[in-house]
């Protein structure tokens, strides 16, 4: 499967010339397979965006929501497993502090799956780490 954070997710829902072609060239296949999903929480950050007035998604987040995965997105609840893999990310592997980023790349270590994200200290502790396999957004 291949996951988006909250910022591919966005850039991917309404087609947007920052993600890179490489990029969207994977959400693009991995959506025609059925394999394109998104963790829980990047809802929630989304929403939370748009009712701060900090972004517009044109529409009420219910109804933007229901749009995506209508498209053929794939919501991927937060399991007991990805919560504890999340929690301890900071404490053990030098993560940053930010729980949505520590969901986020728990439920594709846990999935095994390929995370797009733009979150540039993602992409450099992921390649630190070696895990889980990123792909820079904006590439």
Known sequence: MILLDTNALLWAAVDH?????????????????????????????????????????????????????DRGLREVPLSGRMAVVAAGLEARSGFHGDPADQIVTATALVRGSTLVTSDRAILAWAGRNRAPKVVDARR
């Open 17 to 69: 010339p920052v993600m890179g072609p490489t990029a969207k060239a994977l959400v693009d296949k991995a959506l025609t397979d059925g394999r394109l999903g998104t963790p829980t929480i990047t809802f929630l950050e989304a929403a939370r965006l748009h009712w701060d007035n900090r972004l517009d998604l044109g529409m009420p987040p219910d109804v933007w929501h229901q749009r995506l995965v």
